[in-house]
């Protein structure tokens, strides 16, 4: 692979949100392990995945990334720079590159705030347009762009449906002409009808524009729908990393296995010929994670070497890389 | 589907919404007809009707929500006509209802084993002893480890999906004849998800029940159901076997909704998105609902509010096009 596709590069990258204890003299009793040491990167132009379950730290990757949260550890190389070392005041500059797009629109939109407000707020900070003439031409643009009319501008956001509200999200993400776009579950909240009209105006702004997407979600059909190359995450941990195809063809961790076999396919003639893994338990708490391999007391698998030794991240097939002691 | 003998008959059911807007017709002559056994699909998005659907067999409808007409017979009797006493006596006992949020339907006060007990106590008449038992015996069924120990804990011990479990173990507890789920597994990751709707497909064949299956997801309702009624705007809109469903859909929305959703088995280049939203329920049109958003719109949509009509046997469609444009 060639250094200058990469757009962005992680590094042993950590993320524990410490606990305390006691109000007057708090004490430090222990971590929330959310990311702990993961390592990845995102090309320029792909759309990266990422995907686990609830608690698995993938939001919280989402926002260190964008250094909404500092990292407690670890490198974010962001066009050769290492941007957890830059200070605040530069961080606003770092912010027309990378910009994020919510969960909820229901609450990443500010309700006292119109529409032409919102979008404008960004062009304003960043003072990329010199007159109120130019604002209102660009936020036009941004609207028309997203599939919305010139005369929403004015309205709020209450008065919009919630597929309605993304778009306002991905207008305002948009504003300053970004290269790389975190869309933390930017589907999950919006009806199934809606959904797939998020998806394709993404799409179709990624090709206009070559932007580069870190789409994190839970749901493995979307993911499958609009990624290229896939994150699986557990419990704070990169469990694999993979191409789409081969992903969803030949997973390796049985985590993943798993993950795939749970989602129930919109077709009953498929039914008979899927193999069904059920996982026992839940998702064990990031405090104190089992020992070894994370998965291990759910895993269908285990061997004694599993609840010993942590197994690292290995490529098994070319872009291809796995963390279980299986492979 | 099958004639004769039906467990549950839900008769041209109204229930509206009187709010300050206007009313909102929230279901609109719901017909439906449940047999011993069976798996019954609600397909629809927010706002179509489903969950107040349920409650109307329930009567757990509040105002400002009322039930304005139609029979809901069970086993022949109309509930509907049914004074509160007696129907406290059918609800839990007879039909029994689980809720997507396990946790809001939980007293979060009290112990797990004092809301299933008090539940056994008040409807079967057993006595603390024996109904602590059957408590602990109804949470072994749904499979919580260790469920002697466990019964004496509070509900924010428990992880989402062991919620869900009691929440299963207390519906079941009276052994009802029908178990009305409403959205189960949405608040849920898709290995809990999984691990959930196996269990209700378990237990719904050793207790010879029979379930309505809320949702808007269209693998689970291929996965888990035997017949599938789509709804939309508080009308029924197609109604048929699952096999119909999925292969023969002949009403846009359900076509749309199969097209649209992205499929972890087949990877499309782009989605076939439907347009725009649902209506808004306080303004609907006095043409067909779907009119607005659909592909096979003509000029004579936008004249009437289509019937429900049989294109073909056990096959219900309210689309004047329905027959040309089945799949």
């Known amino acids: 692979m060639d250094n200058n596709d990469i757009l962005l590069e992680v590094r042993n990258l950590k993320k524990y949100f410490p606990i305390k204890r006691g109000i007057v003299f708090s004490r430090h009793v222990g971590d929330v392990k959310a990311v702990d040491n993961i390592s990845f990167n995102i090309r320029k132009g792909e759309t990266l995945g990422l995907v686990g379950e609830s608690g698995c730290g993938k939001s919280t990757v989402a926002r260190v990334i964008i250094r909404l949260l500092e990292p407690t550890d670890g490198e974010i190389i962001f066009e050769g720079k290492d941007i957890t070392k830059i200070p605040q005041n530069e961080l606003r500059k770092l912010r027309r590159d990378m910009q994020i797009i919510f969960q909820d629109p229901y609450s990443a939109l500010n309700p006292r705030m119109t529409v032409s407000e919102i979008i404008g707020e960004p062009l304003e900070v960043h003072k990329v347009v010199n007159n109120s003439k130019e604002k209102q031409k660009r936020i036009q643009e941004l609207l028309e762009l997203v599939g919305l009319a010139p005369y929403h501008a004015n309205r709020y956001p209450h008065e919009f449906s919630g597929g309605q509200r993304q778009r306002i999200g991905i207008a305002r993400a948009l504003a300053l002409n970004p290269k790389f776009i975190v869309a933390d579950e930017p589907t999950s909240a919006l009806d199934v009808s809606v959904r797939a009209q998020i998806i394709n105006l993404m799409q179709d702004l990624q090709k206009e524009f070559g932007l580069t997407y870190l789409f994190i979600s839970h749901d493995l059909s979307v993911i499958r729908h609009i990624c290229d190359r896939i994150l699986v995450m557990y419990l704070g941990k990169l469990v694999e990393i993979a191409p789409n195809e081969e992903l969803y063809s030949s997973p390796l961790h049985p985590y993943t296995q798993a993950l795939l076999s749970a989602v129930p396919i919109p077709d009953p003639e498929v039914l008979g010929k899927r193999k069904k893994v059920i996982l026992l338990g839940d998702v064990p708490s990031p405090v104190n994670p089992p020992s070894g391999c994370r998965f291990h007391p759910r895993c269908p698998y285990v061997m004694d070497v599993c609840s010993k030794v942590e197994p690292q991240l290995k490529e098994i097939k070319k872009g291809h890389f796995t963390a279980c002691h299986l492979h | ?327």
Request: glycine share 6%; with cysteine; hydrophobic share 40%.
């Open chain 2, 1 to 327: 589907m099958i004639n004769g003998e039906f467990l549950l008959e839900v008769k041209d059911l109204s229930t509206y919404f009187f709010t300050d807007e206007g009313i909102v017709k929230a279901v609109d002559g719901v017909s439906f007809k449940l047999s011993s056994g069976e798996s019954l699909g609600i397909l629809g998005e927010s706002g179509c009707g489903k969950s107040v659907t349920a409650l109307s067999i329930m009567r757990l409808v509040q105002p400002p929500g009322k039930i304005i007409s139609g029979e809901i017979l069970f086993k022949g009797e109309d509930l509907l006509k049914k004074p509160e006493e007696e129907m406290r006596q059918i609800r839990g006992n007879k039909i029994s209802m689980i809720f997507q949020d396990p946790m809001t339907s939980l007293n979060p006060v009290f112990t797990i084993g004092d809301q299933i007990i008090e539940a056994i106590i008040l409807h079967q008449g057993l006595d603390k002893r024996s109904a602590k038992k059957k408590a602990i015996e109804m949470l072994e069924l749904v499979r919580i480890p260790e469920a002697e120990k466990r019964i004496n804990d509070y509900p924010h011990q428990f992880s989402g999906g062991m919620r869900q479990r009691v929440m299963i173990a207390m519906a079941l507890s009276c052994n009802p004849s029908i178990l009305i789920a409403d959205e189960p597994t949405t608040a849920l990751d898709v290995t809990i998800q999984a691990q959930i709707l196996e269990l209700i497909k378990l237990l719904r064949k050793e207790f010879q029940m029979s379930t309505i299956l809320i949702t808007h997801d269209m693998g689970i309702v291929a996965e888990y159901c035997d017949n599938v009624l789509v709804m939309y705007a508080g009308k029924v809109v197609e109604y048929a076997d699952l096999k119909t469903i999925f292969k023969h859909s002949a009403h846009p929305y359900t076509i749309g909704l199969l097209e649209s959703v992205p499929r972890l088995d087949v990877r499309r280049e782009r989605l076939n998105a439907i347009e725009g939203q649902p209506p808004d329920l306080v303004a609907l049109p006095n043409y067909c609902y779907y009119a607005e958003r659909c592909p096979y719109r003509t000029k004579e949509c936008l004249e009437q509010i289509p019937e429900l009509v049989e294109i073909e046997k056990g096959h219900l469609v309210r689309c004047i096009h329905g027959e040309k444009i089945r799949r």
